[in-house]
């Protein structure tokens, strides 16, 4: 159950909701950076801790009923990704 698809209310609940995970988040990793528009989330910070704050991300949103579409996950580094980076999955 959720949020009807034709609810005019739809992404202002949702991001009522997605906000208390990202608040959370924010206290916890005081030094990143989590811009969003609705339900597109970015992590900004150092590479080497990203796919751990991912993992949080994860949990909040399992606790507050949402879940996250791996596949439409990216990673992204201006410097490239390292041959062992492990991905968010």
């Not at 528009?37 to 949103?61: A, N, R, W």
């Amino acid at each position: 159950m959720g949020i009807r698809q034709s609810d005019p209310l739809r992404d202002a609940l949702f991001v009522i909701t997605h906000f208390r995970a990202l608040h959370s988040i924010a206290n916890h990793f005081p030094f990143y950076i989590f811009p969003y528009i609705i339900d597109d989330t970015y992590i900004i910070g150092p590479l080497s801790i990203v796919s751990f704050v991912y993992e949080h991300f994860k949990i909040e949103f399992y606790v507050l009923g949402l879940s996250i579409q791996p596949k439409k996950c990216v990673a992204w580094s201006l410097f490239g990704l390292p041959p062992n980076f492990d991905p968010p999955s």
